[in-house]
Nanobody, 114 residues
Framework: QVHLVESGGGLVQAGGSLRLSCAASVNIFSLNTMGWYRQAPGEQRELVAI??????GYADSVRGRFTISRDNAKNTVDLQMNSLKAEDTAVYYC?????????WGQGTQVTVSS
């Protein structure tokens, strides 16, 4: 079992920045894939960014503005979000893949005012 706790969400004006952090209850060194998803009201959950042991990937809508990183010593995966837009408003969820099983955090709300 893996427990994930997200933090760092909040209200920010368009053009501003936020940094989300996801703390895992296990050593993430052995976890290959970790990522961030988001879900806006009335929309399906969508992939925002993903990180493996050696690569990163981003949704087209956030590429160049968001950066995902992991700290194996702290067992965290972070999402730095810059140049935020109103359409980035959503609940953001952390995901880890451990042996093919997906674990989700409880989500953190990000609201961008225009």
């Amino acid at each position: 079992q893996v427990h994930l706790v997200e933090s760092g969400g909040g209200l920010v004006q368009a053009g501003g920045s936020l940094r989300l952090s996801c703390a895992a209850s296990v050593n993430i060194f052995s976890l290959n894939t970790m990522g961030w998803y988001r879900q806006a009201p009335g929309e399906q959950r969508e992939l925002v960014a993903i990180i493996t042991s050696g690569t990163t990937g981003y949704a087209d809508s956030v590429r160049g503005r968001f950066t995902i990183s992991r700290d194996n010593a702290k067992n965290t995966v972070d999402l730095q979000m810059n140049s935020l837009k109103a359409e980035d408003t959503a609940v953001y969820y952390c995901l880890v893949d451990r042996g093919g099983v997906h674990y989700w955090g409880q989500g953190t709300q990000v609201t961008v005012s225009s």
